[in-house]
């Protein structure tokens, strides 16, 4: 009995040994950093709710005012995300004309925004305003300026607009439609 008890003893003792031998070697792997972690998921350095941003030209002059519903910022890859912008722009202190969206994404000086979903552009303070209505649209608050490759869609009192493309510089209330254009004028009736 006790050779037997030995034999067990010692076979214990040697698979032990074995397995201590095999954790050994692989104890490096089994405890490294995962160098293939996924980070399709980024984590915002900032959350808005209600956001408001106003910029001023070197006079201290308003150029534009910024809402949004809600803003997610990440400073690393330089881009905001917002929930219904509203951009509203002055002239000589006026507001002359506002746009809006279902979402936005900018850079972080909020330099170029890229707006999409039922985006408008409507003239303000005047009597019969230009409202003009697009899918997607590239706006630079700064310069006033706008563009679009997409479908475009002008309503006036009396006039229809439809076309393909447009640029808009809102400083100077001057809009160039690129191709495709189609008007219909509905005179008033007397």
Do not use: C
């Amino acid at each position: 009995m006790k050779q037997q008890s030995q034999l067990i003893l010692t076979s214990f003792l040697l698979a032990l040994l074995a397995l201590g031998a095999f954790a050994y070697t692989k104890w490096d792997q089994w405890f490294q950093p995962d160098t293939k972690v996924n980070n399709e998921y980024e984590q915002p350095d900032m959350v808005a709710i209600s956001l408001e941003q106003q910029s001023f030209d070197e006079l201290g002059k308003r150029e534009f005012v910024l809402h949004a519903e809600s803003m997610l910022q990440y400073i690393a890859s330089n881009r905001n995300i917002m929930v219904k912008p509203i951009i509203t722009f002055f002239g000589e202190q006026e507001a002359s004309w506002q746009t809006s969206a279902a979402s936005a994404t900018s850079d972080n000086e909020a330099n170029k925004l890229h707006l999409s979903g039922n985006v408008t552009i409507v003239q303000q303070g005047v009597r019969e305003a230009a409202v003009l209505e697009t899918e997607t649209l590239e706006l630079y608050p700064r310069r006033s300026y706008a563009s679009t490759d997409d479908k475009v869609i002008i309503r006036q009192t009396g006039v229809y607009i439809e076309a393909v493309g447009l640029n808009a510089d809102l400083n100077e209330n001057r809009i160039t439609l690129r191709q495709n254009v189609t008007s219909i004028y509905e005179p008033a009736k007397s």
